[in-house]
């Protein structure tokens, strides 16, 4: 089963304005972490916002925001503003503190990708 | 204050050539990751270790073998490249929860290997 579902392969968004990338999720251990990670054309994955499973309050960082719904188990992207340097692919992905055997090693599990790219 | 850096950056093996690529970083972190990011997939983990001397299979191992002698260094082996095996390689480290206490634990990314096998 897929433990972190990007069910949007592309998007679309005009400069300035804002635009939502989805993500759910699936797991069953209480403490977890959710992370959203950029992939310019470049290559290079740069990590942009985390979200703790306890967390109360939604996490934001700048132009980042992360709408987490714990109950329907979605951590939905948003930014705001979007600008030219936006363009990229958006990778949503799940920290489990238990891992198997019950060792904690903080694997990332990642889901697909979006490919988000801002028009002029 | 380098981060994580990957050598080499660009490789063509081909069939059956063995390679290992190197991985670096120079923030005391006790956990290591190999990643490979193949089109149209997210990453996935090939190994980790959470510390000098440890290793463990993460998600797709096989034709991998790793080591980790210094607490800096995380090695990916390929014994007899397979052109199943071209991919891009990233490493990643981060700190333990353990140290932290925290459950953020940012991992931080080298830029990656492009490896095609003919």
């Known amino acids: 089963a897929q433990k972190i579902t990007q069910t949007q392969p592309g998007m679309f968004v005009q400069e300035k304005e804002a635009v939502t990338l989805d993500c759910t999720y699936d797991?069953?251990?209480?403490?977890?972490?959710l992370f959203w990670y950029k992939q310019p054309s470049s290559g290079e994955m740069i990590f942009l916002i985390y979200?703790?499973?306890?967390?109360?309050q939604n996490a934001t960082e700048g132009r980042y925001s992360l709408n987490f719904q714990k109950a329907r188990k979605s951590a939905n992207l948003v930014i705001s503003a979007s600008q030219l340097g936006d363009s990229a692919m958006y990778f949503c992905?799940?920290?489990?503190?238990?891992?198997?055997?019950?060792?904690?090693?903080?694997?990332?599990?990642f889901g697909q990708g979006t490919i988000l790219t801002v028009h002029p | 204050n380098a981060g994580v850096t990957q050598t080499p950056k660009f490789r063509v093996l081909k069939t059956g050539q063995s390679m290992t690529l190197l991985c670096a970083q120079d923030?005391?972190?006790?956990?290591m990751y190999w990643y490979r990011q193949d089109p149209g997939m997210g990453l996935r983990l090939i190994h980790y270790?959470?510390?000098?001397?440890?290793?463990a299979k993460g998600e797709v191992p096989d034709g991998y073998n790793v080591s980790r002698l210094k607490k800096q260094n995380f090695l990916l082996g390929l014994e007899s490249a397979a052109p199943s095996q071209t991919s891009v390689y990233f490493c990643?480290?981060?700190?333990?929860?353990?140290?932290?206490?925290?459950?953020?634990?940012?991992?931080?990314f080298g830029p990656g290997t492009r490896l095609t096998v003919l």
């Open positions: 990643a480290s981060s700190s333990s929860p353990q140290d932290t206490g925290l459950l953020l634990n940012e991992q931080f």
């Open positions: 797991t069953s251990d209480p403490s977890y972490g």
């Open positions: 979200q703790g499973s306890y967390d109360q």
């Open positions: 992905a799940m920290r489990e503190i238990t891992g198997a055997g019950g060792t904690s090693y903080g694997k990332l599990t």
């Open positions: 923030m005391n972190h006790e956990y």
């Open positions: 270790s959470v510390g000098e001397g440890t290793t």
